[in-house]
């Protein structure tokens, strides 16, 4: 079993809908929650952190955590085009070395 | 805030001679820096993480004789691929750690083609 798991997709939705990306981890010491967005040939960038349980919004970004499920998920509203890339989930790990632990990542396509 | 750079953004060089990547936190001092290496249509690989000062930690498989890296400040890491072959030809990627935020930031990258 993968310490962060996330559906490879791709996850296509209409312009304008809500895209719900879901990601699970397997460490219950994991306390903090990273969601990164990467482009085709580009390098991840930071899109939401976050550390307690429930919502955290940013803009059109909702991300969602339920330590209790080990679930993490990241929500985006009136998607747009440009929202199309890889988007990655990451645990951090509990200890000295603030290694983050990421999921292979989970492809969206959003039509217009 | 937050910028975090690498150079060059690419780079090609012939099989057997050693190429240098350096990271630098632009804006903020970085305690931590981490390597990581990414293949086509695959997920980040951590190489190593790097703090200033002291010896670099290597992820298991990831040879530290090959894969030289510096943390001589806490602005700038180097790593350096050292008698590179084609299959070390991949999109390397810097991240950085500010001393209280948990986040990491990353470089743009540095893509290197081993001929």
């Known amino acids: 079993q993968k310490e962060v798991e996330q559906n490879s997709g791709p996850l296509s939705v209409p312009e304008g809908a809500i895209a719900s990306l879901n990601c699970t981890y397997s460490d219950r010491g994991s306390q903090s929650f990273f969601w990164y967005r990467q482009y085709s040939g580009k390098s991840p960038e930071l899109i939401m952190s976050?550390?307690?349980?429930g919502d955290k919004e940013d803009g059109r970004f909702t991300a969602q955590l339920n330590k209790a499920s080990q679930y993490v998920s990241l929500l985006i509203r009136d998607s747009q085009p440009s929202d199309s890339a890889t988007y990655l989930c990451a645990a951090r790990r509990m200890d000295s070395s603030y290694k983050l632990i990421f999921g292979s990542g989970t492809r969206l396509l959003v039509r217009p | 805030g937050a910028v975090v750079s690498q150079h060059p953004s690419w780079v090609i060089c012939k099989s057997g001679t050693s190429v240098k990547i350096e990271c630098r936190s632009l804006?903020?001092?970085?305690?931590?820096m981490f390597w990581y290496r990414q293949f086509p249509k695959q997920s980040l690989m951590l190489m190593a993480t790097s703090n200033e000062g002291s010896k670099a930690t290597y992820e298991q498989g990831v040879e530290k004789d090959k894969f030289l890296i510096n943390h001589a400040s806490l602005t700038l890491s180097t790593l350096t691929v050292t008698s590179a072959h084609p299959e070390d030809s991949s999109f390397y990627i810097c991240?950085?750690?500010?001393?209280?935020?948990?986040?990491?930031?990353f470089g743009p990258g540095t893509r290197l083609t081993v001929t």
């Open positions: 976050i550390y307690s349980n």
């Open positions: 991240s950085a750690r500010d001393r209280g935020p948990y986040e990491q930031y």
């Open positions: 804006d903020f001092q970085a305690t931590t």
